[in-house]
Structures are given as structure tokens and as C-alpha cells.
């Protein structure tokens, strides 16, 4: 499959700028494992929201009974690329450093983890793992060559944030329903067989350009809500460690407070790309969403830790 020189070498430049920040791999809970330069990962399967949500599955959720095409599972050769960035997604970029995988993007763009604790319009998380289920032939594909990524809680943060902005029990019993429903996700995934699971944490949501202008009073109650959910993410991977299952959790939060200093971080919560087509060097492409680039840097940094993991 054709690959433009171009886009290897962006590749290439992105994965040693930030490799030598990722060698000690500790923004991941992990068993040890043989480790190895090399992967044999053939399949990628993608659940989330924007983030992640690549545009390359519409057609599928337009009709869950058909079968997926070949070219959409490539953003080399999908027709149907929307993305919320100003190029590639991390995952895109994943899929490409990890030889050209197939990758299954069933996230959604606007999606939370549960609609019946964050309703939103378009299918959630809990939906997505349950159309991928559905789908016979894929459900049925071997798992041993396959990792599966559940990335979600922005819209359901910054809804509920917007909702319950202080510590209530309300906030936390929405909390709790989410790392329920997270957890149901991931059984279901690994009674169909799946064997690596890896769970994203939330970025510094409070970064984001649309919260520019709040309060520091307000900007320290979204700081302790973002970290109550990592928090508790983390918990859900540690309430599987005496199972015969073990999902990964990936510090995103810690990545991006490494990649970048608190001058370049406040700079760009004020000055992002406009979502324009080429942000270049901001991290935003827009209030919300982050520049390819920086969605370059999350990908070589969890394809860094996939091999620490040795998931081979």
C-alpha cells in the first residue's frame, strides 16, 4: 500500500522527538512482559468520541448490517476521512507506525461513555462495543493480533462540569455509573476474547482553549474532576488484577505535562489554530480538539509503551 515519503518521514521526525521522553514507560500500570522491537499486531479496534472518530466507519453506522470495506479500514485509502484535527489522529498514526494495521474506527464523533448518564445524540461508547459485538465476522476474528483502545469522558466532563461543577453527590454518582459502564465495556470485550485492552486517561481538560477565561476557582474544581476520573480509571484497572483479564491504563493527563512546559500549554489555551487546515506547531486545532501534531506525539508515545508492554 502507498505511503508517501512525505508522511513517513513526519512519522519518523515524531517518533524520535519523543521517544527519548517515553524509555522509562512509567505512565502505564502493567505487568511486565518479554519485551521486543518488533509487532505482530495486525488489528486495531478504536472506541471513543473525536478524539479518536476518524470518519472512516459512516457508512457502517449508517447501516450496522453491512460488512466494513477493506479501504476504509486504511487512512490511506478511506473515502469517507472527517476528522476533528487538521490531519491524522493519533490512532491513524498508530495504526500506520504499527505496519500499516487495520484499523476499526467505531468511535463517534460528539459520543460519551453511557447515554443514560451523559445523554448526548449519537452513539456512545457502551453503543460502539456493542455494534462491534454485533458484528459477527469481526467479533469472531483472532485476538491474538489485535488491540483494542477505549478513549472517552471529554464531552462526559465537560457536561457534567457544566452541570454539577462542584463536588456533589450527583457528580459522583454520575462517576460512578461511568466507571460501571466502562467496566461492562471491558468485559464484554474480553468474553469475546479479546486479550489487550488499553484504557486512555482525560488530558488536562483545564488547558483546552475553552476554558481560557474561567476563574481560578473554576479552573481548580475541573482540575480535581479530571483528576477524580484517572483516578478512578485507574481503579478499574487495578479491580482486574487477581482475574484472569488485565486491561492497561495510558496516562495521558501525565503525557501532555511532559511534552509540553506550562508556558507553551497557557500559550496555546489562548492562542489555538482557528481549525485551520495546517496548525504547524499549536497543540489546539480548535477550543476543543488537538492539532495532528499533537496527535502524532500521543501515538509514538503509546506505541512506546506497547512495546515496554511486550505486546507482542
Known amino acids: 500500500m502507498h505511503?508517501?515519503?512525505?508522511?513517513?518521514?513526519n512519522l519518523l521526525l515524531g517518533?524520535?522527538?519523543?521517544?527519548?521522553?517515553?524509555?522509562?514507560?512509567?505512565?502505564?500500570?502493567?505487568?511486565?512482559?518479554?519485551?521486543?522491537?518488533?509487532?505482530?499486531?495486525?488489528?486495531?479496534?478504536?472506541?471513543?468520541?473525536?478524539?479518536?472518530?476518524?470518519?472512516?466507519?459512516?457508512?457502517f453506522y449508517k447501516d450496522p448490517k453491512s460488512n466494513i470495506s477493506e479501504s476504509s479500514l486504511h487512512p490511506q485509502t478511506t473515502k469517507a476521512l472527517k476528522r476533528s484535527s487538521d490531519g491524522p489522529l493519533w490512532i491513524e498514526y498508530l495504526s500506520i507506525i504499527m505496519n500499516d494495521a487495520d484499523l476499526y474506527d467505531f468511535a463517534r464523533s460528539g459520543a460519551t461513555v453511557n447515554n443514560t448518564l451523559?445523554?448526548?445524540?449519537?452513539?456512545?461508547?457502551?453503543?460502539?462495543?456493542?455494534?462491534?459485538?454485533?458484528?459477527?465476522y469481526l467479533a469472531s476474528k483472532p485476538k491474538?493480533?489485535?488491540?483494542?483502545?477505549?478513549?472517552?469522558?471529554?464531552?462526559?466532563?465537560?457536561?457534567?462540569?457544566?452541570?454539577?461543577?462542584?463536588?456533589?453527590?450527583?457528580?459522583?454518582?454520575?462517576?460512578?455509573g461511568i466507571m460501571t459502564s466502562i467496566s461492562s465495556d471491558i468485559d464484554h470485550l474480553?468474553?469475546?476474547?479479546?486479550?489487550?485492552?488499553?484504557?486512555?486517561?482525560l488530558i488536562p481538560l483545564e488547558e483546552l482553549p475553552m476554558y481560557?477565561?474561567?476563574?481560578?476557582?473554576?479552573?481548580?474544581?475541573?482540575?480535581?474532576?479530571?483528576?477524580?476520573?484517572?483516578?478512578?480509571?485507574v481503579n478499574v484497572v487495578k479491580s482486574y488484577r487477581r482475574s484472569v483479564i488485565m486491561p492497561y491504563f495510558?496516562?495521558?493527563?501525565?503525557?501532555?505535562?511532559?511534552?509540553?512546559?506550562?508556558?507553551?500549554?497557557?500559550?496555546?489555551?489562548?492562542?489555538?489554530?482557528?481549525?485551520a487546515t495546517n496548525c504547524g506547531d499549536y497543540i489546539w486545532w480548535d477550543k476543543l480538539h488537538p492539532s495532528t501534531k499533537t496527535h502524532q506525539q500521543i501515538a509514538t508515545a503509546i506505541y512506546a509503551n506497547l512495546l515496554k508492554l511486550g505486546w507482542q
Open 190 to 201: 474480553y468474553h469475546a476474547g479479546a486479550k489487550y485492552v488499553m484504557l486512555l486517561g
Open 144 to 176: 491474538n493480533d489485535s488491540v483494542y483502545f477505549l478513549w472517552s469522558g471529554v464531552n462526559d466532563m465537560n457536561d457534567l462540569f457544566a452541570k454539577y461543577p462542584t463536588n456533589s453527590k450527583k457528580q459522583r454518582d454520575i462517576l460512578d
Open 118 to 136: 451523559i445523554p448526548r445524540g449519537t452513539q456512545d461508547m457502551n453503543t460502539q462495543v456493542q455494534y462491534y459485538l454485533d458484528t459477527s
Open 212 to 233: 481560557h477565561t474561567v476563574s481560578s476557582s473554576t479552573r481548580t474544581r475541573l482540575v480535581n474532576l479530571i483528576e477524580d476520573y484517572n483516578n478512578r480509571l
Open 250 to 275: 495510558f496516562d495521558t493527563n501525565g503525557l501532555f505535562k511532559e511534552l509540553f512546559t506550562k508556558q507553551q500549554l497557557q500559550f496555546n489555551s489562548e492562542f489555538h489554530c482557528q481549525a
Open 3 to 9: 505511503i508517501s515519503c512525505t508522511f513517513r518521514l
Open 15 to 59: 517518533y524520535l522527538l519523543v521517544i527519548s521522553k517515553l524509555i522509562e514507560g512509567h505512565r502505564i500500570l502493567y505487568h511486565k512482559r518479554q519485551n521486543d522491537n518488533s509487532t505482530h499486531v495486525t488489528s486495531i479496534f478504536a472506541f471513543g468520541d473525536s478524539y479518536t472518530d476518524n470518519g472512516s466507519l459512516t457508512e
